[in-house]
């Protein structure tokens, strides 16, 4: 069974850095390309970034993380991570990953990706 499982979210001070991680079980990862999303109270969910499959490795990133985060993958441990650096209250919401219907990130609206995780939270104090 195809299953997307997120962890490492928590409660973070403001300028502090987190790494979230993204597992796989019933599929090989690197054979696809991984997103991350999140939703913020009260607001639609929001594309974060992206990876391509291993055979490609290009990523994309939302203007809002821009120069502050990085998404890698670990193929051997069928995982994708995303750090996130200098975070800010805004930064506050559930995580998501999912699996994109391409190989390539040609978006970050969430209409391309079709497998999700159940999320994890990240709460930035101020």
């Known amino acids: 069974q195809l299953q997307l499982v997120e962890s490492g979210g928590t409660l973070v001070q403001s300028g502090g850095s987190l790494r979230l991680s993204c597992t796989a079980s019933?599929?090989?990862?690197?054979?696809?390309?991984i997103g991350w999303f999140r939703q913020a109270p009260g607001k639609e969910r929001e594309g974060v970034s992206c990876?391509?499959?291993?055979?490609?490795?290009?990523?994309k990133y939302a203007d809002s993380v821009t120069g502050r985060s990085t998404i890698s993958r670990a193929d051997a441990k069928n995982m994708v991570y995303l750090q996130i650096d200098s975070l800010k209250p805004e930064d506050t919401g559930v995580y998501y990953c999912?699996?994109?219907?391409?190989?390539?990130?040609?978006?970050?609206?969430?209409?391309?990706?079709?497998?999700w995780g159940l999320g994890t939270q990240v709460t930035v104090s101020i």
């Open positions: 999912a699996l994109a219907t391409s190989d390539f990130c040609t978006t970050l609206d969430d209409s391309g990706y079709r497998y």
């Open positions: 019933g599929f090989t990862l690197d054979d696809f390309a």
């Open positions: 990876i391509e499959s291993s055979s490609f490795g290009s990523t």
